[in-house]
């Protein structure tokens, strides 16, 4: 990759006043732009806070800024690295020891690592980040999910973490980035966590030094990190909500990396010079959603209906094509105690109306589909499926909204159906199901509630033997497949594009890319 395309020529590295980085603030220090890179990514995400944070945008950052006590792992597959969800490896704990019965992890921090602002990462600071998680909006439920009781300073560079009972997900949420180590005496001196929203106090490998939603963000390198010191520079990400934008700027090399690419480009950007494409099955699913507490989606027959009436193949192909794969669980096929189990779900157009008229719907009915925008698939699905809808006289009323106001109105648990995706960053039934199937699920915006599941979710979570945890996590996976809350669609493929001579990509479940992994070879 020719150094000049990585950067736009207007490229600086912004300077930071104070001590902590103000991701709003600006600067004027220009210097080489030659181990910059430019991203483009499609939105510019909504808070720097990491217990809050919970689109890739601000995950991106969060990620780039703050360190955890823990990581995970990398492994090569077909000569591609990929994280190793189920492998965990030090960060800022060097090292730890579980009790006997598991329910008690010790954590030893290193000595050398530093917030940004030169204040040392000690057993304080970690009490004091886990005590905002536990308050925390957003990643409280996580708290829970690992089953966190107490967080204990034993001295000042170990950590006693106590939990309710045994919990296999424990050590696998504590990489996740909600779980950053925060300077919350910093965020103090700021005014409280409000502060945290738009500015930075981590450890982490780089400084975001410009955060405007709008347009664009920049990251500097942190060149007193105690890890590994990145090999880029400066990452500047653009963000562009139109594709076809995306996609122009990347074959012209105004770009180094691009995001959300639409399958449709796909197979063109493969044969552009100068472009790589990396595609590879994920996690990543794709669902339409009904409401279980709104008429008539409250009736499982009409959901079974839907599912009956959705052109599974016209999607993969003409949407996708073949940048994913068939969906046929609530949970991804690549998640281990994944069972389709219950699934009897293809397009069938007479199915789907012998189900309706069991449901007294035989003359079909209308309903308010809400489509949020910022995603080309989203659309032509939607498209095809209102179709196929229609001859089984269902109406369905597609309503678009713009992203922010399509994630708050979920928020709501009022929206009567809709299409989104999910990723789980930790690659298990029991956080995928939790956040998203359980009663009590943060995630269940289509407010479905079954006791079957609810139980074997409960019971596999203090299970320490994995056989017998995923055969109750089978039995909540029939349980949903049967009874359909959602219409699964597909499952992704990630696909990262970036101009050749960028090295170092590691595909995660959670489809962060860290740039600190990132290298360009001149």
Request: proline content about 4%; aromatic content about 10%; glycine content about 6%.
């Amino acid at each position: 990759m020719k150094r000049t395309i990585l950067a736009f020529a207007t490229a600086t590295a912004l300077a930071v006043s104070g001590c902590a980085a103000n991701a709003n603030s600006s600067g004027a220090a220009k210097e080489d732009a030659g181990d910059t890179l430019v991203a483009a990514y499609s939105e510019g995400g909504k808070t720097l806070d990491p217990a809050e944070a919970n689109d890739v945008t601000s995950d991106t950052f969060v990620t780039a800024a703050y360190d955890q006590l823990v990581t995970y792992g990398r492994t090569e597959v077909n000569g591609k690295s990929q994280a190793k969800t189920d492998e965990i490896k030090p960060m800022l704990a060097e090292s730890w020891q579980a009790n006997a019965a598991s329910t008690s992890y010790t954590f030893k921090l290193r000595t050398d690592a530093k917030f940004q602002d030169g204040t040392a990462v000690d057993a304080d600071a970690v009490v004091k980040s886990f005590d905002h998680i536990k308050a925390s909006s957003s990643a409280s439920f996580l708290y829970k999910m690992a089953g966190i009781a107490k967080v204990t300073k034993v001295d000042e560079h170990t950590v006693r973490i106590d939990l309710t009972a045994p919990n296999h997900l424990f050590l696998q949420i504590l990489p996740m980035y909600s779980f950053s180590i925060v300077d919350m005496d910093q965020v103090a001196k700021n005014g409280g966590v409000k502060w945290l929203a738009t500015n930075t106090a981590g450890s982490g490998p780089y400084k975001l030094t410009k955060w405007d939603p709008s347009t664009e963000a920049t990251m500097a390198r942190n060149d007193a990190y105690w890890g590994d010191k990145p090999k880029l520079r400066q990452v500047d990400v653009k963000f562009i909500a139109e594709a076809s934008n995306r996609v122009q700027l990347l074959r012209k090399g105004e770009v180094g990396l691009a995001l959300e690419v639409p399958p449709k480009d796909v197979q063109s950007l493969k044969s552009a010079d100068g472009v790589v494409i990396d595609s590879r099955a994920s996690n990543k699913i794709l669902f339409f959603a009904m409401n279980n507490k709104i008429k008539p989606f409250d009736d499982p027959r009409v959901r079974q209906a839907v599912s009956y009436a959705i052109p599974y193949d016209k999607l993969l192909n003409d949407v996708m094509k073949g940048e994913a794969s068939p969906m046929k669980s609530a949970v991804a096929s690549s998640t281990p105690g994944f069972t389709d189990a219950g699934y009897t779900y293809t397009h069938d157009l007479d199915k789907a109306r012998a189900l309706l008229a069991q449901a007294g719907l035989s003359k079909g009915f209308s309903f308010d589909f809400t489509l949020g925008s910022g995603f080309d698939d989203w659309n032509d699905d939607a498209v095809l499926i209102q179709a196929e809808l229609a001859k089984i006289g269902v109406k369905m009323n597609i309503k678009k909204m713009a992203r922010p106001q399509f994630l708050e109105a979920l928020d709501t648990r009022q929206v009567q159906s809709y299409i989104t995706r999910w990723t789980s960053f930790v690659n298990d039934p029991g956080y995928h199901l939790g956040l998203l199937l359980t009663s009590q699920g943060s995630s269940n915006y289509a407010n479905f509630s079954d006791p079957v599941v609810d139980k074997s979710w409960q019971q596999a979570a203090t299970e320490p033997d994995a056989a017998k945890r995923n055969k109750l996590y089978g039995v909540a996976q029939q349980e949903i497949n049967t009874k359909a809350p959602w219409a699964y669609l597909y499952e992704y493929n990630i696909v990262v594009a970036h101009r050749a001579g960028l090295d170092g990509y590691t595909s995660y479940p959670d489809g962060i890319v860290r740039f600190f992994q990132l290298s360009v070879t001149k």
